[in-house]
């Protein structure tokens, strides 16, 4: 999971850098944290028997960022920009932040990240053909009764973003990961650090990445609507 | 080098055998360790459902044999037997432990109303204080808690005059004179049967059992309820916490450990996933949904991240054997708390702290949610808990002093003494120690316990069994 061995320097960041290898900003990593969460929520929804606590967790986690980010005016103001390319940007940086310096040594870990955890709950998602159940996915989550009722709404959700994941162009994303090394760490840097809601001294950003549409507002517009749909239900707004 | 044993009153040096499994499956992975009230005993439980149950052999004047480190499978342990090589000196041998039974526990169910499978794996065992000869321990999966009775049998009745010597049944014409059934004995054997069977008091998963310490109760604990059961009676249990809430859209707190205070019978307390412990005092009300006392540290501001409720989450309480403390553990810190002091705890001790700065990585890969045990010595005055890499950490509560020590076959040629380990954080690494990007998050010792009164551990790492004792000098 983590690089071994790798000597990984400071100062190293600032040559060679551009677009994609310096840590992104802070909305963008929470946004990221926000998807990250929820595709586990997804996740461990399919599991045989979830693991409550587990579940509760990630959902408190999900809606501490949605309020942080209420609060912040960016919930509701995202203006679409940049449809094709946003959510694809918003999924890859998940890629970026929490994965290994692996990229590093030419490996790419996008199609990993397509082939393995999301491709894979890809497969695994039910085939739910009608289940258009009354109650919220939040209570399907903890109610063991009728697994298979509220799965409809979530798998909507993601299929959204699995389809965008398909439709992205390969050579982007390609691009996107030349220079990834180090910028994991700083994630988790700036995400465990204060919750100022100002930007770290660290970020300077992913500016050329971000800088077609600012990061709160690069998502797909249909996407958006649904996944603004899933985290309202989960949290009740 | 720096002689940790100096510092540390315990040198531990590995035992002559480490029982692993050899052909390491899922199954293998061990879910739970726990010594009797004597020490005499230890119990392991494994995610296959299966109870090993090791015991100590009696001090004797041994030749020493030259230690063979490796065994093979748990199942071939119970056929091996200790080769005897070629004898060297007389030496006083302290009591190694052996295995000295195994059974299955539980199975692997299907509940049929809600098309789950409940998994087998062991959560949680519990010894009851001996009271005859025969050995009492609760175990517990997801749902189903059993008590298991363990007893020796060394005599078997011969002469039955309705069955031969193969327990085939005789024709009892062919009888023609009677004669009296004697006992004779036989080869020493063990068995387990079960006693009693405690199931369907739980819709959520059970994560601890603590018997209490007027020996006619326990508790079993799920991620919402608490249940209250006495030994004889399997059909019905009492409710004593319902954290459930009327609407589950409203569910933000799940509970994640509790335990019977050592001597008073009617107190207990439950740890929650947002770092906090409730005390609660059964006679106070039938169902104990107001605490008496409540344990909460406030949380420090400058450390606030969106991973800070995760990493506060309890994953084990326990009380000191004094019952004047209790030990919290959560992901990154064990916590010792007094009794009488609830606004925060009176010591902290950072396990791993450098996983701070990683907890992005760790929550993606689910190891944020690993469920780490800790213990108390026999004395209190040293607890233990584990981390990742096969590490595992020891605090001494009086000097201050702590270390980390590593359960692994290279590390651990018998008879020498375990090296204590450092993690470097950052800068320069030096020789022996690792770096934070080296360490192996899928070696994590979760489990471990302590002797009752001696310096004795047992770590299990995964499918092995590493067991310690201190030999001062």
């Known amino acids: 999971m983590f690089a071994r061995g790798l000597k990984r320097k400071y100062g190293d960041q600032e040559e060679g850098v551009e677009g994609f290898s310096t ?41 501490q960022i949605q309020e942080e980010m209420s609060r912040d005016g960016v919930w509701h103001g995202m203006a679409p920009q940049n449809a094709e390319r946003a959510p694809i940007d918003r999924l890859v940086s998940t890629e970026i932040l929490c994965r290994t310096a692996r990229a590093a040594d030419g490996e790419h870990p996008t199609p990993e990240l397509e082939d393995g955890s999301l491709q894979i709950s890809a497969s695994e998602l039910p085939i739910v053909s009608s289940a258009q159940g009354q109650r919220s996915p939040q209570s399907s989550l903890w109610e063991m009764d009728s697994p298979q009722e509220n799965r ?71 996407d958006l609507t649904e996944l603004d749909h899933v985290v309202e239900i989960l949290v009740e707004t | 080098m720096k002689c940790f044993s100096r510092y540390l009153p315990y040198i531990f040096r590995p035992p002559n055998t480490i029982l692993s499994s050899s052909c390491h499956t899922e199954a293998d992975i061990i879910s739970t360790v ?85 998994e087998e794996k062991i959560n949680k065992i519990r010894w009851l204080p001996q009271q005859n000869a025969a050995y009492f321990l609760l175990s517990t999966n997801d749902k189903t808690v059993k008590l298991w009775k363990v007893s020796e049998r060394d005599k078997r009745p011969e002469g039955y005059n309705l069955k031969d010597e193969e327990g085939r049944l005789r024709d009892p014409a062919t009888i023609t004179t009677l004669r009296v059934p004697v006992l004779r004995p036989m080869d020493l054997m063990v068995e387990a049967t079960p006693r009693r069977v405690f199931a369907n008091a739980h819709t959520y998963h059970i994560n601890s059992i603590s018997v209490n310490s007027d020996y006619e109760t ?66 106070a009300s039938a169902l104990c949904d107001r605490h008496t006392k409540f344990f909460e540290e406030p949380e420090d501001p400058s450390n606030r991240s969106f991973f800070s409720e995760i990493i506060s989450s309890i994953s ?156 001062v000098n």
């Open chain 1, 23 to 63: 840590v992104p900003s802070y909305s963008l990593q929470r946004q990221s944290l926000l998807d990250m969460s929820l595709v586990k929520l997804q996740l461990c929804h399919m599991l045989v028997e979830p693991n409550l606590c587990r579940s509760v967790l990630i959902a408190n986690t999900v809606r």
């Open chain 2, 34 to 118: 726990e010594f009797n009230h004597t020490g005499e005993l230890l119990a392991t439980g494994d995610k296959g459902g299966r109870v090993v149950i090791f015991q100590r052999e009696q001090e004797v004047l041994v030749e020493e044999q030259t230690p063979d480190v490796v065994l093979g499978s748990i199942l071939r342990v119970l056929k091996f037997s200790l080769p005897s090589l070629q004898s060297k000196n007389q030496v006083h041998r302290r009591g190694e432990y052996n295995v000295y039974s195994t059974f299955q526990s539980h199975e692997p169910e299907f509940d049929y109303l809600k098309s789950l499978e409940i």
């Open chain 2, 218 to 283: 326990y508790m079993s604990a799920d991620d919402l309820r608490i249940n209250l059961w006495n030994f004889e009676i399997t059909n019905q249990s009492f409710n004593i916490v319902d954290i459930k809430p009327a609407n589950m859209e409203e569910l933000t707190e799940v509970i994640t450990a509790a335990e019977f205070h050592p001597h008073h019978c009617n107190t207990f307390v439950y740890s929650s996933s947002k770092g906090t412990i409730r005390l609660c005092d059964m006679r």
């Open chain 2, 316 to 471: 084990d309480v326990k009380f000191s054997h004094s019952g004047r403390y209790i030990m919290t553990r959560d992901y990154l810190t064990v916590k010792v708390w007094d009794l009488n002091m609830e606004n925060r705890p009176i010591e902290t001790y950072q396990v791993h702290d450098y996983l701070r700065s990683k907890l992005c990585s760790l929550y993606e890969n689910d190891c944020i949610f690993d469920k780490f045990e800790c213990v108390w010595n026999g004395s209190d005055s040293v607890i233990m808990t584990g981390s990742y890499n096969n590490f595992f950490r020891m605090f001494d509560r009086n000097t201050k002093r702590d270390v980390t020590l590593e359960a692994s076959r290279e590390n651990s040629k018998p008879r020498a003494i375990l090296k204590p380990r450092k993690v470097c954080v950052g800068g320069k690494r030096r020789k022996d120690e690792i770096s934070v990007d080296s360490l192996d998050f899928s070696k994590k010792i979760l489990h471990t316990a302590w002797h009752p009164s001696e310096n004795i551990i047992a770590v299990a790492a995964t499918n092995n069994l590493y067991i310690f004792q201190d030999k």
């Open chain 1, 152 to 222: 409809g709404s979530f798998h909507k959700s993601l299929d959204h973003i699995f389809e965008t994941l398909e439709n992205k162009n390969p050579n982007s994303v390609e691009d996107l990961f030349s220079d990834v090394d180090s910028s994991y760490y700083d994630l988790d840097t700036v995400l465990t650090g204060m919750m100022s809601g100002t930007k770290p001294s660290l970020c300077s950003g992913l500016d050329g990445f971000t800088a077609a549409a600012p990061p709160p507002s690069s998502t797909c517009k249909s």
